[in-house]
C-alpha cells in the first residue's frame, strides 16, 4: 500500500513544460452563407478528441493550441463532413471552409456511408452504424452485436479470438455483466449512438480487468442552446410478446446542460434447454421448458454546468428495476444400460426473482491552462441488490407413469447486496515531446449474500443448515498509471503506458468457518505502434497484459438449486487469471483490414459441468483449471457491389491450445473455429432500405468442451417518413432459429454431458422511432468511475 502511495504522489503533481500557446482560427461557410453552430473538434494522433468549439454567427472560431500535429474536424447537421490534419508549428489560419449541403443524389450517399462504416486507429477499431438497417428502433445491444469482430452469445459479449468483452460509454466502464448488463444496454436506443470502439488491447487509462478487450459506445453530441426529443415504441414476437417504450430528452442552454430517460419494457420470452448426460448406469434426459418474465424500468439523469470556460461540474443518477420472474417444467428420463426407459421425474417450480441497481456521480473537468491540460474528479457510489425465491417440487413416476413418490420439495431463498464506493483522478499533460496522461483511482467494494434452504417435504418448511449459508465479501483496489503518445512523423506513432494495481481480498462462510484473504500487487504494461505506408496502407502492432477476477457471485460457496438432481455452486478459493495479448493488423484502404493476434492465458478458470454417478447428481462449478494459447487471423472487407448494394463481409480463423492444470480427469480437445458473417444493405430509394444478414460458425473444439454449428439469418427493412423526423423499421431476426447454443459437450470423471439452449432468438420486431425538437444536442454524457466493480456482480 506504501508502494502505491508513493505512486500516486510521483505521478500527480507533474506540471507542464512551459511553451506559448497558437492561435488556430478559420471560417466555416456555405454556398450562400455564413454556418453559426457548426462543431470544430481538434483531434490528436490517436483520434481521441482533446478540443473543440463551434461557430459564431459570422461562421468563424478560434482555438488555443499548442505545437504538434492534428486531425481537425467540422461538421453540421444538414452538410457533409469535414477533415484536414495538418502541423501547427506557428498561428494557423485555415481559411474559409465550404461545407456542401448533403447531397439528394443516391450514388453519393451511398459512397459516403461506404468509406466511413469502419476505421482503423492506432489502438481501435471504429464502427459507425448510422446506416444500418437492423439497429433502427433497436437498442445498444442489438447494435453491438452488428459489430465487425463481435458476438452476443448466451449474454455474453465476445471479441472474437479475445474473450468475454466489457462495455463503456464515452469512454466509461459499466460495471454489470450477463443479464444485467444487457439489461442496460437495451435501455439505451441505438439511434442515440454515435459510433462503437473496437478495444481489443486497452490503453493503460483504463482497468487492466477483461481479457476480451473493450467495447465502447460513442454517443452523439452537437449543438449548445438546443433540446431534442426522442421516443421509440417496439413490439417484439417471439412464442410471447414484448412491449417496449423508450423516451430520451436533451436540453443544452448556455452554461447548463441536462439529460433524462426513461426506459420500460415488459413481457414473456420462452427457453428450452436440454441436457443429456450419459452415467455408467445409463443415459439421463433433462428437458426444461421455462416462460420468462422479460419486465424492466430504468432511468438515468444528468446534469452538468460550466462554472467558466475552464470548468464543469457535473452530477449523474442511473436507477435499473428487473422483475425476471420465471416458472419451469422439468422432467428427467433415466434409461438403463439397454436404452429402456426405467423412470422419470417431473419438477415443477417457480421463482420470484428481482434486482434493482443505483449509480450516483458527481465529477468535475477543469482545463488547467492554454496548453489543453486537463484534470478531471469523479466520485462514484454503486449500491446492487437481488432476491431470488426458488419453490420446487419433484415427483418420481415408473415408466408406466405410476407415481412413487415424492422425491424432493424445497425452497430456496438468497439474497445479495453489494456497494462500492471509488474515487478517480485523470491528467492529460501534452508536452512538446509527447501527449502524456496520467492518473489514479481508489476502489472500495462489500458484498454480503446469503442463501437459505428450506425442506418442505413434510409440508411444513425445515431450514437445512447444510444447504444454507452466509458469506461476506470485501475488496479493495489502488491503481495508478501513466500513458505517453508520440507521433515521431506523418509515418509512425507510438504509444507505451504502464498500470499498477493493489487488490486486497477477503471472503468468509459463516456455515463453513472459512476465511480466505488474497493481496497482490501486479503491473500491466501497454505498448502500441503504429505506420502508414501510404494512403493506402497502415500497419499497427500492439501488446497488453490483462487481469480476469472472478465475479463476486463465483466465490460465494453456497448451492443454488437447477432442479431436483441438479445445482450450482460457487468456489471462495477462486485465483484471477492472467492473459497477455498481442495482436498485428493491416489496413488497404480503408476496405481490406487484416488482423493476427495471439491471446496467452496463465490460471484460467471457467465453469466445470461435473457429476456424481452414485447419486446421479449433476454440479455446475467453477476453478482455475487450465493454461492455454488462442490464435488466429481476422479479415473484414468492405465493397460496394452496385451503387445501391452496400456489403460488409468478415471471416475469423481461430484456433487454441489448452493444457489442464490439475486434476481433472479429462482431456483437453483443441480445433480450428471459423466464423463468417456477412452484411448486405440495399438501397430501395431516397428514404427506404432493406438489410439482410448471415453469419455461420462450424462446430468446433476449444479446451474442455466442444460445442455445435451456429448460424443467423436476419432482415430488416426502414422506412424514413416526414424528413426523417419519423421512422419506421421491421426486423426478422434469425429466421431459421439456429443462433442457439446446441451440441455444448464435455467429458469429466468418464461421463458425457451434452447441453442444448435455446432462448428465444427468433423474434419478429416491429418499431416506430419519432423525434423532435432541434436534432442538434449537447450533452455531455458520462459514465461512471466505478463500473469495473459493478461489472462483476454478475447479474
Same mark, same amino acid.
Given at each position: ?9 510521483l505521478?500527480?503533481? /507533474? ?18 452563407t455564413p ?19 463551434t461557430?459564431?454567427?459570422d ?38 471552409i ?35 438497417v ?13 459489430a465487425p ?20 460509454i ?8 450477463? =443479464? ?16 462503437? =470502439? ?6 493503460a ?31 417484439d414476437?417471439?412464442k ?6 423508450? !423516451?430520451?430528452?436533451?436540453? *443544452? ?29 445409463? /443415459? ?6 421455462t ?19 475552464k ?7 442511473l436507477?435499473?428495476? !428487473? ?40 465529477h468535475?473537468?477543469?482545463k ?16 446492487? %441488490? ?20 415424492? $422425491?424432493?420439495?424445497?425452497?430456496n ?5 453489494? $456497494?462500492?464506493?471509488s ?5 492529460e499533460?501534452? /508536452? ?30 425445515e ?38 494495481e ?8 459463516? %456455515? ?29 502492432l500492439? &501488446? ?11 466465490l460465494?460457496?453456497?448451492?443454488? &438449486? ?32 487484416? *488482423?493476427?493476434?495471439?491471446?496467452v ?14 447419486? !446421479? ?12 494459447? $488462442? ?5 473484414? &472487407? ?10 460488409? %463481409?468478415s ?5 487454441s ?53 451456429? *448460424?443467423?439469418?436476419n ?7 416526414f ?7 421491421? /426486423?426478422?431476426?434469425?429466421?431459421? $432459429? ?5 451440441d ?12 442444448? %439452449? ?8 416491429? *418499431?416506430?422511432?419519432y ?25
Amino acid at each position: 500500500m506504501k508502494k502505491v502511495n508513493l505512486l500516486i504522489f510521483l505521478l500527480l503533481p /507533474l506540471f507542464c513544460l512551459a511553451q506559448a500557446p497558437l492561435k488556430l482560427k478559420g471560417k466555416i461557410v456555405s454556398e450562400t452563407t455564413p454556418l453559426q453552430w457548426a462543431d470544430v473538434s481538434i483531434s490528436n494522433s490517436q483520434g481521441k478528441i482533446i478540443d473543440g468549439t463551434t461557430t459564431k454567427q459570422d461562421g468563424t472560431f478560434e482555438i488555443n493550441i499548442k505545437k504538434g500535429f492534428y486531425k481537425i474536424g467540422v461538421s453540421l447537421l444538414g452538410f457533409t463532413d469535414y477533415e484536414k490534419e495538418i502541423a501547427i508549428e506557428n498561428d494557423f489560419d485555415l481559411g474559409t471552409i465550404l461545407l456542401k449541403e448533403n447531397a439528394t443524389n443516391l450514388n453519393e450517399i451511398v459512397i459516403q456511408a461506404k468509406r466511413n462504416t469502419i476505421e482503423q486507429k492506432t489502438d481501435r477499431v471504429v464502427y459507425n452504424l448510422e446506416n444500418n438497417v437492423t439497429t433502427v428502433g433497436g437498442d445498444a445491444l442489438s447494435a453491438i452485436n452488428t459489430a465487425p469482430g463481435v458476438v452476443v452469445q448466451s449474454n455474453v459479449i465476445t471479441i472474437l479470438g479475445k474473450g468475454a468483452s466489457r462495455v463503456m460509454i464515452d469512454g466509461r466502464m459499466i460495471e454489470l455483466t450477463a =443479464e444485467e448488463l444487457n439489461n442496460f444496454l437495451k435501455s439505451i436506443s441505438a439511434s442515440d449512438i454515435k459510433n462503437i =470502439e473496437i478495444i481489443s488491447n486497452p490503453p493503460a487509462k483504463y482497468e487492466a480487468e477483461g481479457t476480451g478487450g473493450l467495447i465502447n459506445i460513442i454517443m452523439k453530441k452537437g449543438a449548445r442552446d438546443s433540446w431534442k426529443n426522442t421516443t421509440t415504441a417496439s413490439y417484439d414476437q417471439n412464442k410471447y410478446g414484448i412491449y417496449s417504450l423508450r !423516451n430520451n430528452f436533451f436540453f *443544452s442552454k448556455n452554461k447548463f446542460r441536462f439529460s433524462a430517460s426513461i426506459n420500460g419494457k415488459t413481457g414473456y420470452k420462452n427457453a428450452d434447454e436440454v441436457s443429456e448426460v450419459y452415467f455408467v448406469e445409463g /443415459l439421463s434426459i433433462l428437458k426444461a421448458r421455462t416462460k420468462v418474465k422479460d419486465e424492466n424500468a430504468s432511468g438515468k439523469l444528468a446534469l452538468d454546468y460550466d462554472f467558466s470556460e475552464k470548468t464543469t461540474v457535473g452530477f449523474q443518477y442511473l436507477n435499473s428495476k !428487473n422483475n425476471p420472474d420465471f416458472q419451469s417444467d422439468i422432467r428427467i428420463d433415466r434409461y438403463n444400460k439397454q436404452k429402456q426407459l426405467q423412470n422419470y421425474i417431473l419438477n415443477t417450480s417457480f421463482a420470484d426473482k428481482e434486482s434493482s441497481n443505483q449509480t450516483y456521480n458527481v465529477h468535475l473537468i477543469t482545463k488547467l491552462d492554454s496548453l489543453n491540460r486537463k484534470l478531471s474528479f469523479d466520485v462514484d457510489y454503486f449500491d446492487y %441488490n437481488s432476491k431470488f425465491d426458488r419453490k420446487f417440487v419433484a415427483n418420481n413416476y415408473e415408466a408406466d407413469m405410476t407415481f412413487i413418490a415424492i $422425491n424432493q420439495s424445497g425452497r430456496n431463498i438468497s439474497n445479495q447486496d453489494i $456497494n462500492n464506493f471509488s474515487f478517480k483522478a485523470d491528467m492529460e499533460h501534452p /508536452l512538446q515531446a509527447l501527449q502524456l496522461s496520467y492518473g489514479a483511482k481508489m476502489s472500495f467494494t462489500n458484498s454480503k449474500s446469503d442463501v437459505f434452504y428450506f425442506n418442505t417435504i413434510t409440508g411444513s418448511p425445515e431450514l437445512d443448515p447444510q444447504q444454507s449459508n452466509r458469506f461476506k465479501y470485501t475488496e479493495n483496489n489502488q491503481a495508478v498509471y501513466i500513458n505517453g503518445a508520440k507521433k515521431i512523423n506523418e509515418k509512425w506513432n507510438f504509444q507505451l503506458g504502464l498500470r499498477l494495481e493493489n487488490t486486497k481480498t477477503n471472503g468468509f462462510s459463516e %456455515n463453513l468457518n472459512q476465511e480466505t484473504v488474497n493481496n497482490y500487487l501486479k503491473l500491466f504494461p501497454t505498448f502500441y505502434a503504429s505506420y502508414n505506408e501510404n494512403e493506402n496502407n497502415n500497419f499497427s502492432l500492439n &501488446y497488453g497484459k490483462r487481469i480476469n477476477r472472478p465475479r463476486f457471485d463465483l466465490l460465494n460457496p453456497f448451492r443454488i &438449486y437447477i432442479s431436483s438432481n441438479s445445482y450450482s455452486e460457487g468456489n471462495p478459493f477462486l485465483k484471477p487469471s492472467f492473459s497477455d495479448n498481442f495482436e498485428f493488423s493491416h489496413s488497404y484502404k480503408e476496405i481490406l483490414r487484416t *488482423s493476427v493476434f495471439l491471446n496467452v492465458i496463465t490460471d484460467g478458470y471457467g465453469v466445470l459441468f461435473t457429476s456424481n454417478p452414485k447419486t !446421479n447428481t449433476l454440479i455446475v462449478t467453477r476453478e482455475n483449471y487450465f493454461k492455454g494459447v $488462442n490464435y488466429g487471423i481476422g479479415e473484414t &472487407y468492405s465493397a460496394n457491389f452496385m451503387d445501391w448494394w452496400q456489403s460488409e %463481409n468478415s471471416l475469423y480463423l481461430l484456433g487454441s491450445k489448452t493444457n489442464f492444470t490439475n486434476a481433472i480427469n479429462a482431456t483437453p480437445t483443441n480445433g480450428l473455429e471459423i466464423d463468417l458473417s456477412t452484411n448486405n444493405t440495399f438501397s430501395l430509394s431516397k428514404t427506404a432500405k432493406l438489410q439482410i444478414d448471415f453469419s455461420y460458425t462450424p462446430p468446433y473444439k476449444q479446451g474442455l468442451y466442444t460445442v455445435g454449428y451456429m *448460424s443467423s439469418l436476419n432482415i430488416g427493412f426502414k422506412q424514413d417518413l416526414f424528413n426523417k423526423s419519423v421512422q419506421v423499421a421491421f /426486423l426478422a431476426n434469425d429466421v431459421f $432459429n439456429t443462433s442457439y447454443l446446441k451440441d455444448f459437450v464435455s467429458v469429466v470423471n468418464g461421463v458425457r454431458q451434452v447441453y442444448n %439452449n435455446n432462448e428465444s432468438n427468433r423474434f419478429v420486431r416491429l *418499431s416506430v422511432v419519432y423525434n423532435f425538437g432541434n436534432k442538434k444536442i449537447n450533452v455531455k454524457d458520462r459514465d461512471f468511475g466505478n463500473q469495473e466493480e459493478k461489472n462483476r456482480t454478475g447479474r
